[in-house]
């Protein structure tokens, strides 16, 4: 039996819908200006771009329906409302005809990002970490199996700020969709049970404040919803 020097961290993981277990948290993979308008209204030409990936730790996760502390160090937090996969299937090396069979679900994930320290990067040439991977900066829904709803490739993609409706897609408006996100990430690493992959933000993304309340849904999938709370 391993001996540790203190007890470790419990598991992250992430509520199922209907059921008492859990998901258990392995890695948090996230896809960069997956729909076109986004990628615009960013500033890049997504005509032009594959698609890239950046993670968060796997404890940036938490359940959604609750309070998060508005973050330290930033004035410009930022929500991202994203389709989540649940991968249940390990490989490498996945072909895009092939990847549905590793997906064991689906959920809706909000991408809190801290964008001002995210331009910093850009401009410095840093890595995103501090901007994207920092406590509790990704909310996920509960996952639905995909043995329940299939592999849904279309769909409204919506999130709304005090009721107020800021972003407002559909799941087909992907410049990658989801097979093809799964298949290019498993080529630069072993995907494994546990993992979650952000698949991309429509256009619309903002600044949050305190008192806000965030309501985002994915028809046929999921709905989630937070509150930013006073700043930690």
């Given at each position: 039996m391993t001996s540790f020097v203190f007890p470790p961290a419990p598991r992250p993981s992430v509520a199922i819908s209907g059921s008492t277990e859990r998901f258990p948290v392995r890695r948090v993979f996230c896809v960069g200006r997956n729909y076109a308008a986004h990628a615009r209204e960013m500033g890049k030409d997504p005509d032009r771009e594959p698609p890239f990936f950046f993670t968060k730790p796997a404890d940036a996760v938490c359940d959604a329906g609750g309070a998060i502390p508005y973050p330290p160090l930033t004035n410009d937090l930022h929500f991202e409302m994203e389709l989540?996969?649940?991968?249940g299937q390990g490989g490498k090396d996945i072909a895009p005809d092939a990847a549905e069979a590793h997906i064991w679900g689906y959920g809706?994930?909000?991408?809190?990002?801290?964008?001002?320290?995210?331009?910093?990067?850009?401009?410095?040439?840093?890595?995103?970490?501090?901007?994207?991977?920092?406590?509790?900066?990704?909310?996920?829904?509960?996952?639905?199996?995909?043995?329940?709803?299939?592999?849904?490739?279309?769909?409204?993609?919506?999130?709304?700020?005090?009721?107020?409706?800021?972003?407002?897609?559909?799941?087909?408006?992907?410049?990658?969709?989801?097979?093809?996100?799964?298949?290019?990430?498993?080529?630069?690493?072993?995907?494994?049970?546990?993992?979650?992959?952000?698949?991309?933000?429509?256009?619309?993304?903002?600044?949050?404040?305190?008192?806000?309340?965030?309501?985002?849904?994915?028809?046929?999938?999921?709905?989630?919803?937070?509150?930013?709370?006073?700043?930690?």
């Open positions: 989540v996969v649940a991968i809706a994930g909000i991408d809190l990002t801290r964008r001002d320290l995210q331009q910093q990067a850009k401009d410095m040439g840093r890595p995103w970490d501090w901007a994207k991977g920092f406590d509790l900066s990704a909310p996920v829904s509960p996952l639905v199996p995909a043995d329940k709803i299939g592999h849904p490739t279309s769909g409204r993609i919506s999130l709304s700020v005090n009721g107020e409706i800021r972003q407002d897609a559909d799941l087909a408006d992907q410049i990658w969709p989801v097979r093809d996100v799964v298949s290019i990430c498993s080529r630069s690493v072993t995907l494994a049970p546990g993992d979650l992959i952000f698949t991309g933000t429509p256009a619309g993304v903002g600044a949050i404040l305190p008192g806000d309340r965030l309501t985002g849904s994915i028809a046929g999938i999921a709905e989630i919803a937070i509150t930013i709370a006073v700043r930690a």
